[in-house]
């Protein structure tokens, strides 16, 4: 404190974090080198285990490891902050700035055991219009589909150092007006990696219909200067063979990425007080929402060497012995590599929010709140599949823009949502032993992505990575309504309730309980439909294509959970196309929960205010199932669209608890 209107406030602060995501044969079982698949090598002991095998279109489990990992991380972050308060008549102003120093170590991959995907394309019925076909058959005739495997463990050591500052002030125009004015500045650089491991795909512009001449073929284009791209340190113990690499040298910054100067992020607030008992707000308000170290390692995946193969449409040609490329002493060959790019124009994901509020008290011990929140977020990032084939039947290869690739993952930075919601809520404070708040929310959130990664049902790519507007629909976590009410109560038995009790060993025992209890009803979120995986589009890209809908209503009067929706509803597209059922374009169950409790507290005799709490806690108390979502693949084995195979929410837990607080 400087003088009674003006303090400054000074933080330092440090945080580490160490996680790592392996199996448990690690370090333990070989599995890799049991099975003998030619090629595929065990590699780290950190990432032994079994490969993925999985089965698109009819509904059998995935055998095997998870694909996923192994992955080490180790995040240090070092903060220094500094806030000035000073108040200067009927201004609150605040002013100041913050410094860390990050580091966001990895090491990791997927695919390091490989993934052998398999497919109902050779076993299916010949013609124009195929139909039938198993995978599970796929599997024991040993016709892969696509494999997938990574040469090597990825390995990056980030490092970058962010700055922000901000100024508001708080304006008490009137004593019924308030207006807050702020302006927040970020600059937050792209990640450097010390070891020297990026690489980024140089793609050209795609023209979603032709292919692009053969002057604007992609690369591989490694970060720094150097005369030779595969030059340590560190080695590079791969080839690409069928796809060139060059050195930047100053063509893009050393990052691979441009910083971004323009993340300003205004804010305005105004209160206003009509009278004693009313409240009005609106607000208004930018948030950036800066990269983060997990998409940017993709960069140095690219000379762990991921290698994607797919056998030829209706034709088997990939088998366990030429399913992984095989090299040359300690250097192995990577034809048609699955690679990674992000775009070099930088645009940090950023929301605007807006808010109108009036808050109104009733009577002394209620009040009613009720409100419009709105956001719009611009610049999400999202993956899309660059080297998508051109929708159509037979060999993909040459559908392919750039045939000398497989997939390119793109990060790319064009998506966008919005959200709109009123919401209702209403505060009975505590009183008499009785309180109550209780709120509803109406809600929609429309996107074309709700994460870098596939979350709830999405999937990794867009349908039609060259259409991301197509990809516009509900977002995965929309909840369209939501009701939650929560109550306390105080029981009328005890010394000085209604139901007065004298006699301390009574009191002691059976009065002064508190109970209570939170009652939540929540609509379904959406699901995104899919024909298991299958590429029924031809494009190579990984099999994320929608069905058909056939405009019959696919909601049934009364659901089970062994047929939540009408199998009618949806049809698989004709080969060659995709679907037009839209992203998220259905509703699963919804959630009904209500958690009890019931606790009260003893004073020890020995110091007053020394208290033990006893608690008695039912979650789910009434035992009721919300389900999951169902089978959201129309295609799944003995018609198990939309049926329902587990719970969302946990059934009835109960757990008694003490608490001593003194």
Same mark, same amino acid.
């Given at each position: 404190?400087?003088?009674?209107?003006?303090?400054?406030?000074?933080?330092?602060?440090?945080?580490?974090?160490?996680?790592?995501?392996?199996?448990?044969?690690?370090?333990?079982?070989?599995?890799?080198?049991?099975?003998?698949?030619?090629?595929?090598?065990?590699?780290?002991?950190?990432?032994?285990?079994?490969?993925?095998?999985?089965?698109?279109?009819?509904?059998?489990?995935?055998?095997?490891?998870?694909?996923?990992?192994?992955?080490?991380?180790?995040?240090?972050?070092?903060?220094?902050?500094?806030?000035?308060?000073?108040?200067?008549?009927?201004?609150?102003?605040?002013?100041?700035?913050?410094?860390?120093?990050?580091?966001?170590?990895?090491?990791?991959?997927?695919?390091?055991?490989?993934?052998?995907?398999?497919?109902?394309?050779?076993?299916?019925?010949?013609?124009?219009?195929?139909?039938?076909?198993?995978?599970?058959?796929?599997?024991?005739?040993?016709?892969?589909?696509?494999?997938?495997?990574?040469?090597?463990?990825?390995?990056?050591?980030?490092?970058?150092?962010?700055?922000?500052?901000?100024?508001?002030?708080?304006?008490?125009?009137?004593?019924?007006?308030?207006?807050?004015?702020?302006?927040?500045?970020?600059?937050?650089?792209?990640?450097?990696?010390?070891?020297?491991?990026?690489?980024?795909?140089?793609?050209?512009?795609?023209?979603?219909?032709?292919?692009?001449?053969?002057?604007?073929?992609?690369?591989?284009?490694?970060?720094?200067?150097?005369?030779?791209?595969?030059?340590?340190?560190?080695?590079?113990?791969?080839?690409?063979?069928?796809?060139?690499?060059?050195?930047?040298?100053?063509?893009?910054?050393?990052?691979?990425?441009?910083?971004?100067?323009?993340?300003?992020?205004?804010?305005?607030?105004?209160?206003?007080?009509?009278?004693?008992?009313?409240?009005?707000?609106?607000?208004?308000?930018?948030?950036?929402?800066?990269?983060?170290?997990?998409?940017?390692?993709?960069?140095?995946?690219?000379?762990?060497?991921?290698?994607?193969?797919?056998?030829? !449409?209706?034709? $088997?040609?990939?088998?366990? /012995? &030429?399913?992984?490329?095989?090299?040359? +002493?300690?250097? #192995? =060959?990577?034809? *048609?590599?699955?690679?990674?790019?992000?775009?070099?124009?930088?645009?940090?994901?950023?929301?605007?929010?807006?808010?109108?509020?009036?808050?109104?008290?009733?009577?002394?011990?209620?009040?009613?709140?009720?409100?419009?929140?709105?956001?719009?977020?611009?610049?999400?990032?999202?993956?899309?599949?660059?080297?998508?084939?051109?929708?159509?039947?037979?060999?993909?290869? !040459?559908?392919? $823009?750039?045939?000398?690739? /497989? &997939?390119?993952?793109?990060?790319?930075? +064009?998506?966008? #949502? =919005?959200?709109? *919601?009123?919401?209702?809520?209403?505060?009975?404070?505590?009183?008499?032993?009785?309180?109550?708040?209780?709120?509803?929310?109406?809600?929609?959130?429309?996107?074309?992505?709700?994460?870098?990664?596939?979350?709830?049902?999405?999937?990794?790519?867009?349908?039609?990575?060259?259409?991301?507007?197509?990809?516009?629909?509900?977002?995965?976590?929309?909840?369209?309504?939501?009701?939650?009410?929560?109550?306390?109560?105080?029981?009328?038995?005890?010394?000085?309730?209604?139901?007065?009790?004298? =006699?301390?060993?009574?009191?002691?025992?059976?009065?002064?309980?508190?109970?209570?209890?939170?009652?939540?009803?929540?609509?379904?979120?959406?699901?995104?439909?899919?024909?298991?995986?299958?590429?029924?589009?031809?494009?190579?890209?990984?099999?994320?294509?929608?069905?058909?809908?056939?405009?019959?209503?696919?909601?049934?009067?009364?659901?089970?959970?062994?047929?939540?929706?009408?199998?009618?509803?949806?049809?698989?597209?004709?080969?060659?196309?995709?679907?037009?059922?839209?992203?998220?374009?259905?509703?699963?169950?919804?959630?009904?929960?209500?958690?009890?409790?019931?606790?009260?507290?003893?004073?020890?005799?020995?110091?007053?205010?020394?208290?033990?709490?006893?608690?008695?806690?039912?979650?789910?108390?009434?035992?009721?199932?919300?389900?999951?979502?169902?089978?959201?693949?129309?295609?799944?084995?003995?018609?198990?669209?939309?049926?329902?195979?587990?719970?969302?929410?946990?059934?009835?837990?109960?757990?008694?608890?003490?608490?001593?607080?003194?």
């Amino acid at each position: 404190t400087i003088s009674p209107t003006l303090v400054n406030e000074a933080r330092f602060g440090y945080t580490r974090l160490s996680n790592s995501l392996g199996t448990y044969s690690a370090y333990n079982i070989d599995t890799v080198s049991a099975l003998g698949i030619p090629n595929l090598q065990p590699g780290a002991a950190v990432s032994w285990g079994v490969p993925f095998v999985s089965f698109a279109g009819d509904g059998f489990a995935s055998i095997g490891d998870t694909q996923d990992g192994p992955y080490a991380i180790d995040d240090n972050t070092l903060q220094l902050v500094d806030n000035v308060s000073w108040i200067h008549g009927k201004h609150a102003l605040r002013f100041g700035f913050e410094y860390s120093r990050q580091n966001f170590n990895q090491i990791g991959n997927q695919f390091s055991r490989g993934q052998f995907a398999f497919q109902q394309n050779a076993t299916q019925s010949s013609g124009s219009k195929p139909t039938g076909g198993d995978s599970f058959a796929e599997f024991l005739l040993g016709d892969i589909y696509q494999s997938t495997v990574a040469v090597a463990l990825a390995n990056a050591k980030f490092q970058r150092n962010a700055e922000a500052a901000f100024v508001d002030d708080t304006w008490k125009v009137t004593p019924r007006l308030t207006l807050s004015l702020g302006l927040r500045y970020e600059l937050t650089p792209p990640w450097t990696d010390t070891l020297n491991n990026l690489f980024t795909t140089a793609v050209p512009h795609i023209d979603p219909v032709a292919h692009a001449p053969v002057s604007e073929t992609p690369y591989l284009l490694r970060q720094g200067n150097c005369s030779d791209p595969y030059a340590g340190p560190p080695p590079i113990n791969i080839r690409w063979t069928t796809v060139s690499a060059k050195c930047s040298n100053g063509a893009l910054p050393y990052q691979l990425m441009r910083t971004s100067y323009h993340d300003f992020a205004p804010r305005v607030g105004i209160a206003f007080s009509p009278n004693a008992k009313t409240v009005v707000r609106l607000g208004w308000g930018v948030f950036y929402n800066q990269e983060i170290g997990n998409a940017y390692f993709d960069l140095a995946r690219n000379i762990a060497g991921r290698v994607t193969l797919t056998s030829n !449409a209706g034709i $088997p040609s990939l088998f366990y /012995s &030429n399913a992984i490329p095989g090299g040359s +002493g300690t250097v #192995a =060959n990577v034809p *048609s590599p699955y690679s990674y790019a992000m775009s070099v124009d930088h645009h940090t994901s950023y929301a605007m929010q807006y808010l109108f509020n009036i808050q109104r008290q009733l009577t002394p011990n209620f009040a009613l709140e009720t409100g419009y929140l709105g956001g719009l977020s611009r610049h999400l990032q999202g993956f899309q599949d660059v080297n998508q084939g051109i929708p159509g039947v037979g060999d993909v290869s !040459a559908r392919l $823009p750039f045939p000398g690739f /497989s &997939n390119i993952q793109l990060v790319q930075d +064009g998506g966008n #949502a =919005n959200y709109n *919601s009123l919401s209702v809520k209403a505060t009975r404070r505590f009183s008499q032993g009785f309180s109550v708040i209780g709120s509803y929310t109406w809600a929609k959130s429309i996107d074309t992505t709700s994460g870098i990664r596939n979350q709830g049902s999405d999937t990794l790519y867009p349908q039609n990575s060259y259409c991301l507007a197509c990809e516009r629909g509900l977002s995965a976590f929309d909840t369209r309504h939501r009701i939650v009410t929560s109550v306390i109560y105080d029981l009328p038995l005890g010394n000085g309730r209604l139901l007065n009790i004298t =006699n301390p060993v009574v009191n002691t025992v059976i009065g002064g309980w508190q109970t209570g209890g939170t009652l939540t009803l929540q609509s379904g979120m959406p699901g995104n439909l899919s024909i298991g995986g299958l590429d029924n589009a031809g494009t190579a890209a990984g099999g994320y294509d929608r069905p058909n809908a056939t405009g019959v209503n696919p909601y049934l009067d009364h659901p089970t959970p062994s047929r939540y929706w009408n199998l009618a509803a949806f049809v698989e597209a004709p080969p060659g196309q995709f679907g037009n059922a839209g992203r998220n374009s259905i509703e699963g169950p919804g959630i009904i929960g209500f958690d009890a409790e019931i606790h009260k507290q003893f004073r020890m005799p020995y110091k007053e205010s020394h208290t033990l709490q006893f608690r008695f806690e039912a979650f789910n108390a009434l035992n009721h199932p919300s389900w999951a979502m169902p089978n959201l693949n129309i295609l799944a084995k003995g018609n198990a669209f939309g049926v329902v195979s587990g719970t969302a929410t946990a059934m009835r837990q109960i757990q008694l608890g003490l608490k001593y607080l003194f």
